[in-house]
Nanobody, 117 residues
Framework: VQLVESGGGLVQAGGSLRLSCAVS????????MGWYRQAPGKRGELVAS????????DYADSVKGRFTITRDNAKNTMYLQMNSLKPEDTALYYC???????????WGQGTQVTVSS
């Protein structure tokens, strides 16, 4: 499984960005996907996740109501729509996938999101 993120950038507080994660390889084996973020000096955080099949989603409290995770199976792409961005959302955002059996974890290279105040 290969993951490639895109869509990061610099945005003012209150703005929006949409991150994309293109998935290739053994996509049929993926059980769940998610977005993690890592800010300097802070612990990594699972921002949002989505399960295959029923597409159950889950969000960190810090982003509930502002971020939306979706998956387009036809395009093999996962998205993270981020609205009402705050400076504390500034981080390197990683796409991740868990495949079965294993489980095995896969990671993208990360895309930087910077929110200015």
């Amino acid at each position: 499984v290969q993951l490639v993120e895109s869509g990061g950038g610099l945005v003012q507080a209150g703005g929006s960005l949409r991150l994309s994660c293109a998935v290739s390889g053994s996509t049929f084996s993926i059980n769940a996907m998610g977005w993690y973020r890592q800010a300097p000096g802070k612990r990594g955080e699972l921002v949002a996740s989505i399960r295959s099949g029923v597409a159950t989603t889950d969000y960190a409290d810090s982003v509930k109501g502002r971020f939306t995770i979706t998956r387009d199976n036809a395009k093999n792409t996962m998205y993270l729509q981020m609205n009402s961005l705050k400076p504390e959302d500034t981080a390197l955002y990683y796409c991740s996938a868990v495949s079965l059996p294993g489980p095995r974890n896969y990671w993208g290279q990360g895309t930087q999101v910077t929110v200015s105040s």
